[in-house]
């Protein structure tokens, strides 16, 4: 299995569609994390995302802030999605394999700069 965390600074990032890095897991089959490495999006955001985590062979993404577009798009690739998760990266995924992660929300509530609307307004895809 492997699970991709929104990745700034140690933590998870705040919103799914301009992350820059994400840390990439992999785990066995009893959810022991056999690797990890840290990943660049290489600029791709929002619509991109999708594909780029599809080519990483993601199953499972965590992330802070994630609009229905990017939503939709992690569905059609066949990866789950918990969002509205914040805190240490390294925390979260060990919350996770232990059935300890609760999704708390998907919706992206802040303003992004300089767009003069808010995330839920129009689902993060675009």
């Known amino acids: ?9 140690g933590n998870i990032f705040e919103h799914f569609g301009k992350t820059r890095f994400f840390k990439i897991y992999t785990a066995n089959e009893n959810k022991d994390l056999t690797s990890f490495e840290v990943v660049s999006t290489n600029g791709q955001g929002h619509g991109a995302l999708a594909s ?8 499972v993404v965590i992330c802070g802030g994630i609009g229905q577009g990017a939503q939709d798009a992690l569905a059609e690739k066949g990866i789950e999605v918990y969002g509205g998760i914040s805190g240490n990266v390294d925390s979260v ?3 996770f394999l232990a059935g300890k992660l609760e999704k708390k ?5 802040h303003r992004h700069e300089g767009e003069g ?3 839920g307004e129009h689902g993060c895809n675009h």
């Open 1 to 9: 299995m492997k699970i991709a965390a929104a990745y700034e600074n």
């Open 52 to 59: 780029f985590l599809e080519s990483n062979a993601v199953d």
């Open 93 to 95: 995924v060990v919350a």
């Open 105 to 109: 929300g998907v919706g992206c509530d």
């Open 117 to 119: 609307h808010f995330c």
